[in-house]
């Protein structure tokens, strides 16, 4: 069974960059498009971005668009998050997931399974 855990998380001033990593074991990769997803506190889990299986299709929240990229790695069995230009609002508990399910919306969490355990972000000066 797949097992997912993130890796990257911390404490990063407003401006400031992180990469979070997201490690797989017990499958590979590669059978799944992987998404990201946060949940800020009081606020229900959004889509931040996902990546197709072979990483040729990428979605992104319009909140992290063009500053965020998601990429993955096969071969490692491992597939990342760039943040940079990270704001307040950026801060949450940042999830990886396998989506099983595929009817367009990549950004619902009850597309997904093999959650990890999350990371957390805290943007702040």
């Known amino acids: 069974q797949l097992q997912l855990v993130e890796s990257g998380g911390g404490l990063v001033q407003p401006g400031g960059s992180l990469r979070l990593s997201c490690a797989a074991s017990?499958?590979?990769?590669?059978?799944?498009?992987i998404g990201w997803l946060r949940q800020a506190p009081g606020k229900e889990r959004e889509g931040v971005s996902c990546i197709s299986r072979l990483g040729a299709i990428t979605y992104y929240s319009d909140s992290v668009k063009g500053r965020f990229t998601i990429s993955r790695d096969n071969a490692k069995n491992t597939m990342y998050l760039q943040m940079n230009s990270l704001k307040p609002e950026d801060t949450g508990v940042y999830y990886c997931a396998a989506r099983i399910i595929y009817d367009g919306r990549w950004y619902d969490e009850n597309q997904y399974a093999y959650w990890g355990q999350g990371t957390q972000v805290t943007v702040s000066s």
């Open positions: 017990g499958s590979s990769l590669d059978y799944y498009d």
